[in-house]
């Protein structure tokens, strides 16, 4: 039984309290947020302390691991007191916006053993990993050309958008890491970017965009990401080989097929977003964070994984500039 | 080269005329049917022949062989005189609507020697074809379970239902063939009318039905009939066996599907209805007839399976009506 | 928050034991069951208390609600003990195998208030319940023909096949309620038995079997059932109406799809049994319960879903001998 | 009636024969190839007359129109000769590989008035032609992203290759024309090279590759192109606009899908290749150039296309030296 202290009590805190609560191996032992009452109102909800102040979380010796969901400009100063105060992590992405800032963090974790995990969802998607380990098997014979189609519902507001980072670095860098995760190491990056909507223009990020990865093997990703989806979260990759192909398609609530005068086994809208798109993902990452914990086996992210995806997010930056 | 006479030249025989013209081993010699210029006017599409008389088709020593497409009443007369004139036959069906005459056609066929195919065009659409020889090859083990759905796009005339013979003669007659080409000999028919169209009610016929068929083997049919289907022509089987199950879906005249806030993966309505989901099968029934006739092989479909078709037809209407 | 306690440690109690710690609103307050150590075991799990005889659980005053999951002989006394003591009662399905039980139990039960519910799930499986509200709604017109096709995985062991009341009683027992969801009355029960595995054969019942149900409103609804199906647990229904089709197709782990030389987007195996495949349908069954003991408004099923099930059931036994 | 010659017996000179013989409002006239007896043989088997020298075809009197399905290095001079006969001219693609003599025949064809179109069949595509015309309703709204998937079954020989003019050239080029056919100019183009076999790698050519395309609109097409598909030949495409999305799908030859203890609704492989895939699209192409000649309006494609095509072919070649 992992004893687990949450940080941040917003959105994506709401998710991970829920799977932790739910989880049969770990307690939610302390939801910790600055803001309101937002954490003693989580906290309430599953029965659990809060606290305002993070560092009563790391000073907490009842705590054996945090989960961070706090802010992104926090994600490193976090992390880094939770793991040098002896409590294995869980930290969302991205770590950080900026690359000076990742590399020293990166510095630093190295000479600490405690486990940091980097919350890479994506991988954890049971039908993402299925075909992950369909290919690592050697269904598909050598793995060719990957395509990511990875399109959000709607933008965010365009305040959001200003201190994103921009397309690549806040939504993209799922899309890196899924082709990190296909393909391993990236050799090459070239990236178109669109500008769509004049509104996120006026903030000089772009609102669509289409990334060509080459990487060592010789294979070839391709990222097709756009703020905006009519069906809701589009979210579906293709692993082509030498000796045939896998699909990862969208997922809807139900299997239910619609024909009429007009169509034909129309299915409903995708699941609209992340929290539900990816509810099993956020499960199984954490059971994957917990079983490396109690088993003191490697964490399958490290911020190796976060500062690769980063880095691709800067050269698709700079290439899409030029 | 087979030169085939057409009688009959209405919807079907359009069909049978484009056929015989475009296949490569035959040549559309003469068309005939009474009514006004119509044999003249589909003959001349054609650069061929024409006549009023079926007769002259009989009597016509270039004529080897004929396809007859013309009014049920006149199916076995027009059979039994172009056999005794020893022209090869392809005859549509439904043969005929009363037993007693079908059974004085067989008995009088016994005795003749010429090639005489009746045209169940279902057993040559390519994906209903494609899953029996999966199903004989053992694909799925022993079949256990056949399901035919099969809705028509609308009802025809109340006219043409009065003198119809009745659902299960007129309608079911294919799916009792097609039945019949999956499990062999039937044992028992179990029949359930149902009347949803008051104007089809008055004629005494139910517009849709649901039969099932126990064959020899011990494996169940079930057709599943409708005169209406809002979505188009709807033909689809099931084959369910030990080891698996194959489908025969749909038609439709494209792949597109579109996505949209209300739908995602909608196809188009079904083709529309049997000249155009059974074009094909159309094609390739005249082939295997073509070449029954050009190797002196049997047949694939005899009159032995017309009768067997109506013998079914009649026992579904005793069924029903009790 | 509701106290529910647990009778019957077995399978599917361990579906409701984890159903219900995970519900928000109830709380798992007792398991009971009289073998060895079932029921302690199951408790301890969840950290709460057990008992051994059932009377334990309709004495005990903070227990607000029974599910019952015990065998099926036990249904009937268990659930008139717990609505007698003033418990709301969940009780699995079949009630009984004997009518003559159940309208005994249907009498006493209408002189008493508390609320009593029937585990037919499927109505609350996610895809079945969305092609009913969508029918209600009108999305495809008038009713006409329903489809259900139902097939488990494997057969049972024939000493289970033996006592349990025969196919329709035990298999087809939930596809009578699901046609009953859709079609409301039934009026014409028509049956086909099939024996397929000599040694179910040998018990004297059928391993497969198709039914037609005709409703009050003219509207027939057909099942087909096999103790067998190479692919997993086959659980799929097509409502077919005047103006249009809905479709709830099966469901599988993930959404993957694979193709290469021999086959193109194929998907993998269906879910394999009841409990994974209705994971979800427990999960709302369950909420739907509580909901109604909470708002005091009718439970969504009663013990005449119950008897209306098992007359259908007698009905197609008969049919089926005849 | 339209009578037409044919030059080129070869593979796609089968194709237009058969088309051309097959189509209402056309005859064929004449075979012309100079190689053995390849156009007699083929005269033959439609009834018609042949010839070795392009020249009789041009001076013949009886000729109202030339498909010309020579090797590429002729279909400039055959075009020009044929167009300055007077002919109406239907030339298959590439119209050369090198621009400049492109350019040239643009230049002579300008002063030219008879209808000269460029056999981008896919264009005519069923599929592809109703997801444009329905991109051009609006039904999905502003195009924003095009993404076609574009895999031969199998790489031609190496021989071939090596006078290909390069993959972008060879293979590509339909998919340059069918994203110029979606999203008009192209302003902005990006190409990643594969070198995956490496026999190819040895002539200096690429076997895959992926393509970036931006247009004027703002719009970007992605190009996924590989020499080898194990699954047959890989042709689809996604239109996705502001309000939905559109998919083209691949083509099989029978809509059966198999289940069993491995796969489920597992498919056929895609046609082929080319012959079978775009058989509709040649014969639709063909009644297009017919009936642009026979109403004197402008013909679909235009040299303008095929140097279009041309340019973006070359474009990408240097894009992905680079």
Do not use: W
Request: hydrophobic content about 45%.
């Amino acid at each position: 039984m992992l004893n687990i202290a949450l940080i941040g009590a917003g959105r994506i805190g709401h998710v991970h309290a829920k799977t932790i609560a739910a989880h049969p191996q770990a307690t939610l032992a302390l939801v910790c947020d600055p803001f309101g009452d937002a954490a003693e109102k989580l906290a309430s909800q599953y029965g659990t302390r809060s606290c305002k102040d993070a560092e009563d979380v790391f000073a907490d010796p009842e705590v054996d691991a945090v989960v961070i969901g706090s802010p992104t400009p926090l994600h490193i100063p976090h992390l880094l007191a939770a793991a040098k105060a002896g409590k294995a992590v869980l930290c969302e992405k991205p770590i950080a916006l900026d690359m000076k800032d990742v590399v020293a963090a990166q510095t630093e974790l190295d000479a600490i053993t405690t486990p940091v995990m980097f919350g890479f969802n994506r991988r954890f998607d049971p039908s993402f990993a299925a075909v992950r380990s369909a290919v690592n098997e050697g269904r598909i014979g050598d793995l060719e050309q990957l395509t990511i189609i990875s399109r959000d519902p709607a933008a965010p507001p365009v305040e959001y958008i200003k201190v994103s980072g921009g397309i690549f670095r806040d939504m993209t860098i799922h899309d890196f890491d899924t082709a990190r995760f296909f393909l391993g190491d990236i050799v090459e990056v070239h990236a178109v970017g669109q500008n769509l909507d004049p509104a996120i223009k006026e903030t000089g990020d772009y609102d669509a965009a289409v990334v060509t990865l080459r990487a060592t093997s010789g294979a070839v990703a391709t990222i097709i990401n756009n703020r905006h989806c009519a069906s809701g979260y589009d979210q579906r990759l293709e692993a082509s080989g030498r000796g045939g192909a896998l699909f990862a398609e969208n997922v809807r609530a139900t299997t239910v097929r619609l024909s009429n005068a007009e169509v034909t086994d129309a299915q409903e809208p995708y699941l609209d977003f992340f929290l539900e798109r990816y509810a099993d993902a956020y499960r199984i990452e954490l059971s994957a964070f917990i079983e490396a914990v109690e088993a003191d086996t490697p964490t399958p992210t490290t911020i190796d994984d976060a500062v690769e995806a980063l880095r691709l997010a800067e050269a698709a930056t700079k290439a899409a500039r030029t």
